[in-house]
T-cell receptor, first 110, second 111 residues
Framework: GIQVEQSPPDLILQEGANSTLRCNFSDSVNNLQWFHQNPWGQLINLFY???GTKQNGRLSATTVATERYSLLYISSSQTTDSGVYFC????????????FGKGTKLSVKP | SQTIHQWPATLVQPVGSPLSLECTVE??????LYWYRQAAGRGLQLLFY??????ISSEVPQNLSASRPQDRQFILSSKKLLLSDSGFYLCAWSVLSNTQYFGPGTRLTVL
């Protein structure tokens, strides 16, 4: 089946720093989503981005489908950005089922 | 607007006891519904999905089962829990094959 790999697995930043998270996938996908899991476990949708670039405040994402990767940019990081960031892909299998990467755990220090 | 509820929020159960977790969605009709499990180590694994009432598909063989008795209700069950069933269970919904939205989750500990 399709493989989804995220890097780095862990990231520690000082507040105000910028970061780039990467998601590689091994096959063509119908869609790709980025999520942020907060300390309480809630998965929050960040982007639905099968291709192209989107921006939402300090966050932006780019997916290059032909090269099978997606990037999540976090600028001017804040302590509330801490948590685990997941990339998930729908490879066109059964009914939009998502395959998740193992996530990047981000810790932003004040 | 659409909302998704899960209960209970946390649950501690002995090995061998039954399980019933409930998920309900408001504000949408005929959604696709999903059950995921997140074990230690962060990855999420799809357990079941449903495209309509009474229609359940399983992605992995396991000790669990799912049912969809109503359009916006999805239930995860077990007759006898195992230690390995411990984890964080998340329900999600989507319309067609579009963006998935997740509920708050149920944290299950089997002792």
């Amino acid at each position: 089946g399709i493989q989804v790999e995220q890097s780095p697995p862990d990231l520690i930043l000082q507040e105000g720093a910028n970061s780039t998270l990467r998601c590689n996938f091994s096959d063509s996908v119908n869609n790709l989503q980025w999520f942020h899991q907060n300390p309480w476990g809630q998965l929050i949708n960040l982007f639905y981005i099968p291709s192209g670039t989107k921006q939402n405040g300090r966050l932006s994402a780019t997916t290059v489908a032909t090269e099978r990767y997606s990037l999540l940019y976090i600028s001017s990081s804040q302590t509330t950005d801490s948590g685990v960031y997941f990339c998930a892909v729908d490879y066109g299998g059964s009914q939009g089922n998502l395959i998740f990467g193992k996530g990047t755990k981000l810790s932003v220090k004040p | 607007s659409q909302t998704i509820h899960q209960w209970p929020a946390t649950l501690v159960q002995p090995v061998g006891s039954p399980l019933s977790l409930e998920c309900t969605v408001e504000g949408t009709s005929n959604p696709n519904l999903y059950w995921y499990r997140q074990a230690a180590g962060r990855g999420l694994q799809l357990l079941f999905y449903s495209v309509g009432i009474g229609q359940i598909s399983s992605e992995v063989p396991q000790n669990l089962s799912a049912s969809r008795p109503q359009d916006r209700q999805f239930i995860l069950s077990s007759k006898k829990l195992l230690l390995s069933d411990s984890g964080f269970y998340l329900c999600a919904w989507s319309v067609l094959s579009n963006t998935q939205y997740f509920g708050p989750g149920t944290r299950l500990t089997v002792l």
